[in-house]
């Protein structure tokens, strides 16, 4: 059996009432991908930054999933000699 380590790094910067994060995935071979999410407090509500950051993170998240996605359906119809399906004209989001 073969153990393989990935590594994701989130980047999350605030600014105002916004929040923005980037979610890199770096593999072994350094290969790397990245999704990016943001989150803006209304101004009614109270200011709570953790809640900004978790949604900007676990939206950064949800694109680098959705691209892994993306990319792993590119790669298995390049092997196959095929078109991948539903990934049709969507970007690869590798970084």
């Known amino acids: 059996m073969e153990a393989k380590e990935w590594s994701v790094r989130i980047d999350i910067t605030e600014e105002g ?3 923005s994060a980037r979610a890199v995935l770096f ?4 290969t790397s991908l990245a ?12 200011s709570v930054p953790e809640i900004g950051d978790e949604l ?3 939206r950064a998240l949800a694109d680098l999933a959705h691209k892994l996605l993306v990319v792993t359906a590119e790669d298995v119809a390049e092997l196959a000699g095929q078109r991948p399906g539903f990934a049709r004209g969507a970007p690869s989001g590798r970084a």
């Open 17 to 19: 009432d916004g929040t």
């Open 35 to 46: 999704g990016v999410g943001t989150a803006r407090r209304n101004p009614i509500d109270r």
């Open 56 to 58: 900007a993170a676990g």
């Open 27 to 30: 593999t072994r071979d350094r």
